[in-house]
């Protein structure tokens, strides 16, 4: 006579043993990615922004503002003039409460392998305070000369010599390549990247110029 209480478990019992077990496994696990998320949110929010300080300081003299620069932005809705799809943002930098400079995202849309995403600010006097590409995909050792860390030329890097250029000493109709008609160099054989930035750098400055009083108060 089989014994009542040594019966093999049913397919049912089975079943909801195996749902309890992955419900307890699952609710065990979101808790530990919470928390491992909620540990480190603090981290990796302060190390983008000392990546971004990082960034800003490469065309912003530090020493030129004394406001907490991050914290005084704009958000920007799509802004077709600097090639934003998507928005982006333009931070304010004051000295003593006084607008000194913006600094601003920037897209160039026609790059040689797409889309050339750029930082740069411009001072209150509409100089140029440096220029930087943060994302591109432009061909190694040919139009990568855009980026400083890439360009073979560590003395000269071809982006610096935009640094203190500004409308008033040197007009915006001659803001392209040499190839162009403008004034702005070019390396031989690798014309679409530089072309490609010179041309969002007018763009900005133009829309800088444009929206001056919104900016620069």
Known sequence: MSDPLNKPPSLLGLSVSNAVMMTIFTLAFTALMAGTYLATKTTIAASA????LRLINEVLDPASYDNALLQDALQL????E???DNGGHIWRARKAGQPVAVVMEAVAPDG????????LAIAADGKIGGVRVTEYRETPGLGDYIDPKKDKNKTAPWIEQFRGKSPA???LEKWKVQKDGGDITYRTGATISP???TNAVARAVQYAQDKRETLFR
């Open 195 to 197: 072309r490609a930035v």
């Open 169 to 171: 000493s040197l007009p």
């Open 77 to 80: 809705g799509p802004t077709p």
């Open 112 to 119: 040689y392998a797409g889309k050339i995403s750029l930082v």
């Open 49 to 52: 922004e000392t990546e971004k």
């Open 82 to 84: 600097l090639g934003l």
